[in-house]
């Protein structure tokens, strides 16, 4: 970081390799990796997999950002249920606290000095009619009349930072959720402390691994230690019923360290897709999902169209994530650069789908309708440096956040002949958080949530007809 600062971001992908060459031929490196003989090396298995036991779940973490107040709480291990209960209550129903004892009783004192507790209110939105609820970025909860499943929760509290009439939605607003689907761990799909706030009986599933990763946590085994007693691990192409809701789990390709070949390729970012289907309606959840040495999404979105069916509403990222490998350094995957080739150091990557591929993969899926998503969307997104800024003050990256609208563009502007410029027949559906589908068909009725609607214009200015830049 300190060479950007100094030089420039541009003057370090031009360094990138001789900068990298230097750190592999270092004493340090060497006390990850041992060199081969072919001039490549091998990371060691104690760096590939680290022993569960050296990193336990062991502090509690509560912050107040109005206030600025904040308290880390030691937890042991065997009380982490019990802490997870109350973190339950706290955010439903509530907690009397003149009526606690023991060590919640002094986590609920610490709580209540550092301003911490508030009473408790009652849920401000009525969302059982949705068919879908985007939440924003990756979240998003599909209902039947019956159940509700909600995708890759993340929620993020209120604060005096963001609109007064247009803060994010809250769990207690979302109503009962019978599942949770996970499709990878890194932690803006899977946040502890969004669900530590269902109960402990809540089913979970999540891509099934055998053995957790320098790449990929084992969140089967780090959701138990939390006192989550419901957890299914569900492999490629396997399908669970959560009442009348199917949840099948595809393939998850792209988010790798490369988009082509890597060393220790068995050392993955481990995900799931998903295909959720209800009696009303279907959709499918790509994530962070591209391509890699294993597989591309577009080879997936063939196969799921002959075994499953089209979805009504695909939900795909868009946010490409052109880079070359040193720019894994200043990103939040740093940890995947040991795994990046050294012939593929000077190599531009594209590790997630782009507003043209996502395009793609609709048609091929045949899904009439493509919701961009996967990339903040929100004031409490972007004030983190999530995603692009979408108030007045518009502002994007265009190979790492780009506007959304970039994918409207890029279904407006499929190809050119002698006629025109013709357009996809796949309909983008641009849904902010917040925003709900309640009817079906070929034009799905979205509806705003009251006191959480969208306050700022429908459209970036001047991207709604640009395709996208890669």
């Not at 996970?182 to 932690?187: K, N, R």
């Not at 350094?329 to 190599?347: I, K, M, N, Q």
């Not at 995603?387 to 956040?401: K, Q, Y």
């Not at 357009?423 to 709900?436: A, F, I, K």
Request: proline share 8%; aromatic share 8%; with cysteine.
């Amino acid at each position: 970081m300190s060479y950007v600062e100094e030089h420039g971001e541009a003057n370090l992908i031009g360094a990138g390799p001789g900068m990298l060459a230097d750190v592999v031929a270092g004493r340090r490196f060497r006390e990850i990796a041992e060199p081969t003989i072919e001039g490549s090396w091998t990371i060691r298995d104690e760096v590939l997999f680290p022993a569960v036991s050296d990193c336990l779940p062991h502090r509690l973490l509560l912050a107040n950002s109005d206030r600025m107040r904040a308290l880390s709480q030691p937890v042991p291990m065997p009380t982490w249920p019990d802490v997870h209960r109350l973190i339950v209550q706290l955010t439903s129903t509530g907690v009397d606290v003149d009526r606690s004892a023991g060590a919640v009783a002094r986590l609920l004192a610490a709580m209540d000095r550092e301003g911490l507790l508030e009473p408790v209110s009652e849920p401000a939105a009525d969302l059982d009619h949705a068919h879908v609820t985007f939440l924003g970025h990756s979240t998003a909860v599909v209902r039947s009349a019956t159940a509700a499943v909600i995708v890759d929760p993340w929620v993020r509290p209120a604060c005096g930072h963001y609109p007064a009439d247009y803060q994010p939605l809250q769990l207690r607003d979302l109503g009962r959720i019978d599942a949770v689907v996970l499709t990878h761990s890194h932690p803006d799909h899977f946040d502890t402390g969004t669900l530590l706030q269902l109960p402990c009986d809540t089913r979970i599933i999540v891509p099934k691994l055998e053995r957790e990763t320098f790449l990929s946590v084992r969140m089967y085994e780090r959701l138990h230690e939390l006192g989550f007693d419901n957890v299914t691990e569900l492999a490629w192409w396997d399908s669970v019923q959560v009442k009348d809701i199917e949840v099948t789990a595809l393939p998850f390709h792209g988010e790798q360290p490369t988009d082509g070949s890597q060393l220790h390729p068995d050392i993955r970012n481990a995900g799931n897709t998903y295909f959720v289907r209800t009696p009303r309606c279907s959709a499918a959840f790509l994530a962070d999902s591209g391509r890699d040495a294993g597989g591309d999404v577009r080879q997936v979105a063939a196969r799921a169209r002959r075994d499953l069916g089209s979805p009504d509403y695909l939900f795909v990222g868009y946010r490409g994530w052109l880079m070359y490998p040193v720019q894994l350094l200043t990103s939040s995957v740093g940890r995947y650069l040991p795994f990046v080739p050294a012939e593929s150091w000077g190599v531009r990557q594209r590790i997630m789908t782009t507003a043209d591929e996502a395009v793609d993969i609709a048609e091929i899926w045949k899904a009439p309708h493509l919701v961009p998503y996967a990339d903040g969307g929100a004031p409490w997104y972007w004030q983190m440096g999530l995603g692009p800024r979408l108030d007045e003050a518009a502002s994007e990256n265009p190979v790492f956040d780009p506007f959304p609208e970039r994918v409207i563009g890029a279904a407006a502007t499929r190809t050119k002949t002698g006629s025109g410029v013709h357009r996809s027949t796949v309909n983008v559906l641009l849904m902010r958080p917040g925003d709900s589908i309640v009817s079906g068909g070929p034009q799905p009725r979205i509806e705003r949530t009251q006191d959480f609607a969208w306050p700022y214009g429908e459209a970036t200015p001047a991207v709604a007809d640009a395709a996208y830049l890669g």
